[in-house]
């Protein structure tokens, strides 16, 4: 519901300022960490998250309402892990989760006069793929997660180099789940729950505690001005490409 009342506010505000606005499109690419955050595993001592690593690719659609703010779209195809160190009485080893997952993150985007930037929405994941590693066996477990959840971006970044319509962007980029990742397979709402069983590692849990990703990323984007929209003098609107 509050995607949806995002897409509408920023539809209505584009809507009043058509005469001045155009459209960008762009390619980027973002590397970075992620972590499953979860109070139950982060706490205990028998598991160690260990550092993890995503990066997914993809292209962007921007409307810009004029010089200083913009909304834009991306399509991304990602992949991201998570690895575990556990330990119980008898062993210590180590586990890793992949994912494969398209991402849609819909941003509004602040631009000043210097050629920074400052953007901020929400973004919808939806996974395709995940397995799990341990002991040299790789086998999938995307019935235990959830296929599709939900977060919050915040990013930052700067112009670096182009001309006219061409130009790239660095940056960097926050992603902070906001929804459960847990699947009802994967003991969504029990003590005992995915990522970590309670019997793997001799430990107990006495309240269940949904489980997040949290990704920290650097941003490469390539943009194209494509062409704007023009307003005739009858108030018809016009796609004009950009020569």
């Keep these: 519901m509050r995607f949806l009342f ?37 706490e205990n ?3 160690v998250n260990l550092l993890s690593y995503t990066h997914n690719f993809g292209a962007k659609i921007g409307y810009n309402f004029n010089m200083k703010y913009q909304v834009t ?21 180590e586990r890793n989760y992949t994912f494969s997952y398209f991402s849609l993150p819909l941003l509004f985007r602040f631009n000043n006069e210097s050629g920074n930037y400052f953007e901020l929405g929400p973004q919808v994941n ?14 999938s477990v995307k019935n235990q997660f959830n296929p599709t959840n939900y977060g919050a971006v915040v990013g930052m970044g700067s112009y670096f180099l182009g001309n006219k319509n061409l130009y790239l962007l660095f940056g960097v980029r926050l992603h902070v789940g906001l ?25 107990t849990h006495t309240e269940y505690q949904k489980t997040t990703m949290f990704m920290l990323m650097l941003n490469t984007e390539i943009n194209f001005d494509l062409g704007y929209l023009a307003r005739s003098n009858c108030k018809r609107s016009a796609f004009m490409f950009f020569k």
């Design 6 to 42: 995002f897409c509408l506010l920023i539809f209505n505000f584009s809507y009043k300022t058509i005469a001045q606005s155009w459209i960008d499109v762009g390619v980027k690419a973002h590397f970075g960490i992620n972590q499953l955050y979860n109070p139950n595993i982060w």
């Design 45 to 47: 001592n028998k598991v």
């Design 73 to 93: 779209l991306d399509f991304l195809f990602s992949k991201g892990s998570q690895l575990y160190d556990l330990s119980n009485e008898s062993n210590i080893w």
């Design 126 to 139: 939806f996974i395709s793929k995940a397995n799990m590693e341990e002991f040299s066996v790789s086998q």
């Design 179 to 203: 929804s459960d990742i847990i699947g009802k397979d994967g003991g969504l709402n029990s003590v005992d729950h995915f990522p970590i069983l309670q019997k793997e590692v001799n430990i």
